[in-house]
């Protein structure tokens, strides 16, 4: 006989499922002994996982019910739980009687909507961890689209004090089973919440502004003060300054203080306050040049909701990036922070591969699991590996057809600066990544933003704490900083460094398929004026980027280009190879195509004959340094040697052929 977490490993099924499946009968020869089941060894799994025959529960009729597994309102989990009773979900696709499945929540960060009307991957035990430690303020940093937003609003039903009974949205999640300790926190507390995920405007006026609405807003969701015989006549004329958006700046930085202390004298109980993507306006005011008045307004705003308030019960913040101590939480010694590098909140954000396999399951592709794995797997979080919930719910909405999902979803407008100003090792390594290898970086997880872009290790950290990089091994150093051995989670992310990552390089962003295809095209075919042709347009196109170029911008403009080759070559860089060290080698995976060998030389105010002269002294260093007799002795159809010379938005190219034919 063997026990449910025996056979849910062997089924690949969630523990509860198999639970569910022995007290349902559907297990044959299941029995009950003592607490637990026993499951005969050669137990079938049920032909039909899902439910066919199962009577829809409404909404109304669950209200009326108490709340016990929903149709439209289960949890990942309890979905599949109900399927196997046959009483809970909304359906099948299986049998002609067969409802139709939950859609996915693309796009919903509401928790309410969430849990009732799609198929809800259950997180609710993020609330028990934290009880359990119950610091006073806790910052959360994970990448975009990785489930923030709506762990934040599922803290806010879970917590506020409403007139309506929101027990009854996390009666059949897992957060209901562990007892007294943990639900009688439940609809206890007045909430402040804000999300500054969409505070990205060019100006420090339109962000005061929007930022303003924001507070507004939430100080309109707290009427009750308006009347409370608790709050002074001076308070309340604060509080209809900021509804009535008659605040001034000053006035604002202070509002959640403020608003909490109004608050806990109303209620006679301290708020939980919760700030989603934080950091979001911060990046945008260093982009757009007013850091200097985000910072200010931000340290003031958030010191007073979090810095020795007396009138705090709890303090959630998300965000991206950790900016560092000293710019925005000074001072904030309560402060606990969890990241991509730790293990505490590891599971909660991003799905894990059970969540996954059960979300599979529910609708009828587990076959379907190897695919999502090499796409959407990878990820690190401490020493837990998890899915992109975003492209996971992407891909099975979409036809389970795999593409970049990730991609499409925003800009990180950082993250183009600095890859931007990026130096020719950084450009090497993110090659090797590109290659499927790993590097060992250092790793910070303080943010300076003013910084990062003369800072080497900064790249690494950003890139890290954005989701573009996995940490397979680290080494806390004494100073707080990490050294690790970094490389790509995945095929998603590995299409997005083509698309983003190495266009920005190359540029900022400017890099277009129509530019990389057109380079592509001329050198598989040994079109020498073509390439030219298409370089040229591209330093037409972004000649302001070329003002202040090194050999180095260069040589990461032309990996750039030839990133979307990497299907037919290996592409190395800066490489030992006959006498010397070659700046780009592209090597074919197949012996029928030519290998390249490429030597970058820059000057800065070269007319077009000294341009012509330093493309010949490149092509020359290839010779004379034998850089391409280990491709010949290989037996690659010939070697194609290029010579490139770069001033400013000008280039010359001298190319030789070393037994080569086109055609093989």
Same mark, same amino acid.
């Given at each position: 006989?063997?026990?449910?977490?025996?056979?849910?490993?062997?089924?690949?099924?969630?523990?509860?499922?198999?639970?569910?499946?022995?007290?349902?009968?559907?297990?044959?020869?299941?029995?009950? *002994?003592?607490?637990?089941?026993?499951?005969?060894?050669?137990?079938?799994?049920?032909?039909?996982?899902?439910?066919?025959?199962?009577?829809?529960?409404?909404?109304?009729?669950?209200?009326?019910?108490?709340?016990?597994?929903?149709?439209?309102?289960?949890?990942?989990?309890?979905?599949?739980?109900?399927?196997? $009773?046959?009483?809970?979900?909304?359906?099948?696709?299986?049998?002609?009687?067969?409802?139709?499945?939950?859609?996915?929540?693309?796009?919903?960060?509401?928790?309410?909507?969430?849990?009732?009307?799609?198929?809800?991957?259950?997180?609710?035990?993020?609330?028990?961890?934290?009880?359990?430690?119950?610091?006073?303020?806790?910052?959360?940093?994970?990448?975009?689209?990785?489930?923030?937003?709506?762990?934040?609003?599922?803290?806010?039903?879970? #917590?506020?004090?409403? &007139? +309506?009974?929101?027990?009854?949205?996390?009666?059949?999640?897992?957060?209901?089973?562990?007892?007294?300790?943990?639900?009688?926190?439940?609809?206890?507390?007045?909430?402040?919440?804000?999300?500054?995920?969409?505070?990205?405007?060019?100006?420090?006026?339109?962000?005061?502004?929007?930022?303003?609405?924001?507070?507004?807003?939430?100080?309109?969701?707290?009427?009750?003060?308006?009347?409370?015989?608790?709050?002074?006549?001076?308070?309340?004329?604060?509080?209809?300054?900021?509804?009535?958006?008659?605040?001034?700046?000053?006035?604002?930085?202070?509002?959640?203080?403020?608003?909490?202390?109004?608050?806990?004298?109303?209620?006679?109980?301290?708020?939980?306050?919760?700030?989603?993507?934080?950091?979001?306006?911060?990046?945008?005011?260093?982009?757009?040049? #007013?850091?200097?008045?985000?910072?200010?307004?931000?340290?003031?705003?958030?010191?007073?909701?979090?810095?020795?308030?007396?009138?705090?019960?709890?303090?959630?913040?998300?965000?991206?990036?950790?900016?560092?101590?000293?710019?925005?939480? $000074?001072?904030?010694?309560?402060?606990?922070?969890?990241?991509?590098?730790?293990? &505490?909140?590891?599971?909660?954000?991003?799905?894990?591969?059970?969540?996954?396999? +059960?979300?599979?399951?529910?609708?009828?592709?587990?076959?379907?699991?190897?695919?999502?794995?090499?796409?959407?797997?990878?990820?690190?979080?401490?020493?837990? +590996?998890?899915?992109?919930?975003?492209?996971?719910?992407?891909?099975?909405?979409?036809?389970?057809?795999?593409?970049?999902?990730?991609?499409?979803?925003?800009?990180?407008?950082?993250?183009?600066?600095?890859?931007?100003?990026?130096?020719?090792?950084?450009?090497?390594?993110?090659?090797?990544?590109?290659?499927?290898?790993?590097?060992?970086?250092?790793?910070?997880?303080?943010?300076?933003?003013?910084?990062?872009?003369?800072?080497?290790?900064?790249?690494? $950290?950003?890139?890290?704490?954005?989701?573009?990089?996995?940490?397979?091994?680290?080494?806390?150093?004494?100073?707080?900083?990490?050294?690790?051995?970094?490389?790509?989670?995945?095929?998603?992310?590995?299409?997005?460094?083509?698309?983003?990552?190495?266009?920005?390089?190359?540029?900022?962003?400017?890099? $277009?398929?129509?530019?990389?295809?057109?380079?592509?095209?001329?050198?598989?075919?040994? *079109?020498?004026?073509?390439?030219?042709?298409?370089?040229?347009?591209?330093?037409?196109?972004?000649?302001?980027?070329?003002?202040?170029?090194?050999?180095?911008?260069?040589?990461?403009?032309?990996?750039?280009?030839?990133?979307?080759?990497?299907?037919?070559?290996?592409?190395?860089?800066?490489?030992?190879?006959?006498?010397?060290?070659?700046?780009?080698?592209?090597?074919?995976?197949?012996?029928?195509?030519?290998?390249?060998?490429?030597?970058?030389?820059?000057?800065?105010?070269?007319?077009?004959?000294?341009?012509?002269?330093?493309?010949? &002294?490149?092509?020359?260093?290839?010779?004379?340094?034998?850089?391409?007799? +280990?491709?010949?002795?290989?037996?690659?159809?010939?070697?194609?040697?290029?010579?490139?010379? #770069?001033?400013?938005?000008?280039?010359?190219?001298?190319?030789?052929?070393?037994?080569?034919?086109?055609?093989?």
């Amino acid at each position: 006989m063997k026990t449910c977490k025996q056979i849910a490993y062997e089924w690949k099924l969630a523990e509860r499922t198999i639970n569910y499946m022995c007290k349902t009968g559907k297990i044959t020869g299941a029995v009950k *002994d003592g607490k637990s089941w026993q499951i005969p060894d050669d137990a079938a799994r049920p032909a039909d996982k899902r439910v066919t025959s199962g009577r829809y529960i409404s909404k109304k009729a669950l209200e009326n019910n108490d709340g016990a597994v929903s149709g439209t309102a289960a949890s990942g989990s309890a979905l599949a739980d109900a399927a196997a $009773s046959g009483t809970a979900v909304s359906g099948s696709a299986a049998a002609d009687n067969a409802r139709p499945r939950l859609p996915l929540p693309i796009g919903i960060s509401d928790y309410v909507r969430a849990s009732e009307e799609y198929y809800y991957v259950d997180k609710t035990m993020l609330i028990k961890h934290f009880l359990d430690r119950r610091p006073l303020v806790t910052l959360f940093t994970r990448p975009r689209r990785f489930g923030k937003t709506l762990n934040m609003d599922m803290l806010r039903v879970f #917590f506020e004090i409403s &007139e +309506e009974d929101t027990s009854r949205y996390f009666k059949d999640k897992a957060i209901w089973s562990c007892g007294s300790a943990y639900t009688a926190h439940q609809g206890k507390y007045p909430v402040i919440s804000l999300s500054f995920k969409d505070v990205k405007f060019g100006s420090w006026k339109d962000t005061a502004d929007k930022i303003g609405g924001l507070l507004q807003a939430e100080f309109g969701r707290h009427r009750e003060l308006h009347e409370s015989p608790f709050i002074q006549d001076y308070e309340k004329k604060y509080f209809h300054r900021i509804l009535n958006g008659e605040a001034s700046e000053v006035e604002l930085s202070g509002a959640l203080e403020k608003l909490s202390q109004m608050l806990t004298e109303h209620h006679g109980r301290a708020p939980v306050i919760i700030i989603d993507e934080y950091d979001t306006p911060i990046q945008v005011g260093y982009t757009f040049g #007013f850091y200097n008045d985000i910072i200010s307004f931000m340290r003031n705003l958030l010191s007073g909701a979090f810095k020795d308030n007396k009138y705090l019960s709890y303090g959630f913040l998300t965000g991206v990036l950790r900016a560092a101590q000293e710019s925005i939480f $000074s001072g904030l010694n309560n402060l606990n922070v969890d990241t991509v590098m730790d293990d &505490e909140y590891a599971s909660f954000f991003g799905f894990t591969g059970a969540e996954v396999r +059960e979300l599979l399951w529910y609708y009828g592709a587990e076959d379907k699991e190897a695919e999502l794995k090499a796409w959407y797997n990878g990820y690190l979080f401490g020493h837990t +590996e998890v899915y992109n919930p975003w492209s996971v719910i992407n891909y099975i909405a979409k036809g389970f057809v795999p593409q970049a999902y990730w991609v499409n979803t925003g800009r990180n407008e950082l993250l183009e600066e600095v890859l931007g100003n990026a130096a020719e090792d950084v450009a090497e390594k993110l090659f090797l990544l590109l290659q499927g290898r790993s590097v060992i970086a250092g790793i910070d997880q303080n943010v300076v933003y003013r910084s990062l872009p003369e800072e080497p290790a900064g790249i690494y $950290s950003l890139l890290l704490v954005a989701g573009y990089l996995k940490a397979l091994k680290k080494e806390l150093l004494p100073d707080g900083r990490y050294l690790c051995e970094v490389s790509i989670p995945n095929k998603e992310v590995t299409a997005v460094y083509k698309t983003e990552v190495l266009s920005y390089l190359a540029g900022k962003g400017a890099l $277009s398929k129509n530019i990389t295809d057109r380079a592509a095209e001329a050198l598989y075919s040994c *079109d020498i004026d073509g390439l030219q042709s298409v370089i040229g347009d591209y330093l037409q196109r972004t000649v302001s980027f070329y003002d202040a170029g090194t050999e180095g911008f260069y040589h990461g403009l032309m990996l750039g280009l030839i990133a979307l080759m990497d299907d037919h070559y290996v592409i190395s860089s800066n490489r030992e190879a006959g006498g010397g060290r070659y700046d780009i080698a592209m090597t074919p995976r197949n012996r029928s195509l030519p290998g390249i060998i490429m030597e970058i030389k820059w000057k800065r105010g070269l007319k077009a004959d000294a341009l012509e002269k330093l493309a010949s &002294e490149g092509l020359d260093q290839i010779n004379a340094m034998g850089y391409f007799m +280990e491709m010949l002795s290989a037996g690659y159809t010939g070697v194609l040697k290029l010579g490139m010379a #770069f001033s400013g938005k000008k280039l010359a190219i001298r190319a030789e052929k070393d037994n080569y034919y086109q055609g093989g």
